[in-house]
């Protein structure tokens, strides 16, 4: 039973998932390099779950219990309790690798690890464990509150004892599972982003406004939200690594970022999480930038 929880990276996802196995009955250790980064993370999981109680969805005492199963640290030892780590940090191979040296030490010998990564191969992070067998890419969706799916993802040396209780324990955290096999962008990755990024070949080749491409795709291919709005709520920093993985995974130039996404990342316009994107998030309502 995976009862303790450790998760590294306390930015978006890293909260999300520590909100949602909070409520799951699982204690939660959060870690971050940034101290900053782990306050907010309580300030959201906080504001999150009183929404949720606020709604009627969940009650006001199982929302209290939740918020006290997580403690926040700088410091790796505070794993060694740990079950389960849950890598959710930048999407960044070199900060990952860092990230799972510093770990390992701090593990019992059964504990399990899994990646948050939207793209990076898991054989190749699992490589750089001691544990590939007990290592697995465990990849939630933004919000994950709110988004049903958990991708999990068989390093080439995934054992089934491995697979099986990371399943399991995605359905009680209220997830339904879709597997998929270890190549660049697993599924859902591999398919979206590539089209967000055409989303912004189209603004940066002046096909149309920010408006009217994100108004083209919800209203004529009856999406929830445009590719535009989509790629400022995952962070273009997230969606600007997928392709580089997915460009350099498969060689196939079709897979080439768009130049103006890498401008916006250059110029820190990262989206939502840093309050402009490809909208200006600074008033109540967002302003399209182009
Ligand atoms: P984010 O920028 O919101 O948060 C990243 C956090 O990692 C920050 O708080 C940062 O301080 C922390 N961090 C950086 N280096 C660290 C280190 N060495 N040790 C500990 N913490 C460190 O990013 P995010 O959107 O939460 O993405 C995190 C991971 O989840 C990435 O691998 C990303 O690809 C993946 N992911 C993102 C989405 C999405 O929609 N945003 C969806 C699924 C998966």
Redesign the pocket.
């Known amino acids: 039973m995976i009862q303790n929880i450790g998760i590294?990276?306390?930015?978006?996802?890293?909260?999300?998932i520590a909100h949602v196995a909070a409520l799951a009955d699982r204690n939660i250790i959060l870690?971050?390099?940034?101290q900053a980064?782990?306050n907010k993370?309580l300030e959201v999981i906080e504001r999150n779950i009183k929404r949720q109680v606020s709604r009627g969805k969940l009650e006001d005492d199982a929302g209290e219990r939740a918020l006290k199963r997580i403690t926040i640290t700088t410091d790796y030892s505070d794993f060694n309790v740990a079950d389960l780590v849950i890598?959710?940090?930048?999407?960044?191979e070199a900060?990952?690798r860092?990230?799972f040296e510093?770990l390992v030490p701090n593990l019992s010998k059964e504990a399990l690890i899994a990646?948050?990564?939207?793209?990076?191969s898991i054989t190749r992070l699992a490589a750089t464990t001691d544990r590939p067998g007990k290592f697995i890419g465990m990849?939630?969706?933004?919000p994950v509150p709110i988004m049903q799916l958990v991708e999990l993802i068989r390093g080439i040396a995934t054992e089934d004892a491995t697979f099986i209780e990371i399943k399991n324990l995605s359905l009680e955290l209220g997830k339904i599972v879709a597997e998929a096999q270890d190549y660049p962008g697993f599924i859902v990755?591999r398919i979206l982003v590539p089209m967000l990024n055409e989303a912004v070949y189209a603004l940066y080749e002046g096909v149309g406004t920010v408006e009217s491409i994100d108004n083209g795709l919800r209203l004529g291919a009856n999406h929830p939200m445009g590719p535009l709005q989509l790629i400022d709520?995952?962070?273009l920093?997230?969606c600007l690594?997928?392709m580089q993985v997915l460009q350099e995974g498969l060689g196939d130039p079709k897979y080439r970022p768009c130049p103006l996404l890498i401008k916006y990342v250059e110029a820190g316009w990262?989206g939502r999480?840093s309050g402009r994107g490809f909208y200006d998030y600074s008033t109540d309502e967002p302003v399209p930038t182009r």
């Open positions: 590294v990276g306390s930015g978006q996802m890293g909260a999300g870690l971050d390099v940034n980064a782990l993370a890598e959710a940090a930048t999407e960044n900060t990952k860092k990230i510093t990646s948050n990564t939207s793209s990076i990849h939630f969706f933004n990755n709520f995952i962070g920093d997230t690594s997928v990262l999480k």
